[in-house]
């Protein structure tokens, strides 16, 4: 089993709905989550971190962490256009600096 | 807000010929790494830093060196570019002074490296 797995879909989603991204993680990874976006030909950008249970929100996005079943999604409300891009997940090694990076997940917005 | 910038956006090299990419941070961070990033193979950790002078090998490190002699400055050396180098390189910093951003990891724009 990979340390962590993502969809690597693409995932199409209608502009102004709430596009959902998932990622599973194995027990080699700390409780520290980061979600980058990746727009095509340019780096990975942070947008969300969540360290505990529970969802966390910011703007449109909202982060969910749930440890007892090893997964930790990434919801967009009213997605955009300007929303199309990879979305990777990256837990944090644990006992280490390193992060995981999960292969990623395209997501497209369709205007 | 942290800056990661990289020496160059695109570079062109030779087989053979050795290689330099420079990457500065203005945040006073620790930790600093090299990733490489392929179509399908996603991001691969090539070195890190987690103080000047220290460095650790990442999951492929090979054909590569790094050089730390400054808290804000990583390099990233190939010694001698080979065609299965060619690729983009992304630079992060990492070490954020309060607790909670202390894992966060910024990246760089990325160099694009195409060897001949």
């Known amino acids: 089993q990979k340390e962590v797995e993502q969809n690597s879909g693409p995932l199409s989603v209608p502009e102004g709905a709430i596009a959902s991204l998932n990622c599973t993680y194995s027990?080699?990874?700390?409780?520290?989550f980061f979600w980058y976006r990746q727009y095509s030909g340019k780096s990975p950008e942070l947008i969300m971190s969540?360290?505990?249970?529970g969802d966390k929100e910011d703007g449109r996005f909202t982060a969910q962490l749930n440890k007892a079943s090893q997964y930790v999604s990434l919801l967009i409300r009213d997605s955009q256009p300007s929303d199309s891009a990879t979305y990777l997940c990256?837990?944090?090694?644990?006992?280490?600096?390193?992060?995981?990076f999960g292969s990623g997940t395209r997501l497209l917005v369709r205007p | 807000d942290v800056k990661v910038t990289q020496s160059s956006r695109y570079l062109v090299k030779r087989t053979g010929e050795k290689v330099f990419l420079e990457c500065v941070q203005d945040?006073?961070?620790?930790?600093m790494f090299w990733y490489r990033q392929d179509p399908g193979l996603g991001l691969r950790l090539i070195y890190f830093?987690?103080?000047?002078?220290?460095?650790e090998k990442g999951d492929i490190p090979e054909g590569y060196s790094v050089s730390r002699e400054k808290k804000e400055r990583f390099s990233l050396i190939l010694e001698s570019a080979s065609t299965n180098q060619t690729s983009m390189y992304l630079c992060?910093?990492?070490?954020?002074?309060?607790?909670?951003?202390?894992?966060?990891?910024?990246f760089g724009p990325g160099t694009r490296l195409t060897v001949l």
């Open positions: 990256a837990p944090r090694m644990d006992s280490s600096y390193k992060l995981i």
């Open positions: 027990d080699r990874v700390s409780q520290s």
């Open positions: 969540i360290y505990s249970n």
């Open positions: 945040m006073d961070h620790e930790n």
């Open positions: 830093s987690y103080d000047v002078k220290m460095k």
């Open positions: 992060a910093s990492q070490g954020g002074r309060r607790l909670a951003e202390y894992n966060e990891q910024f």
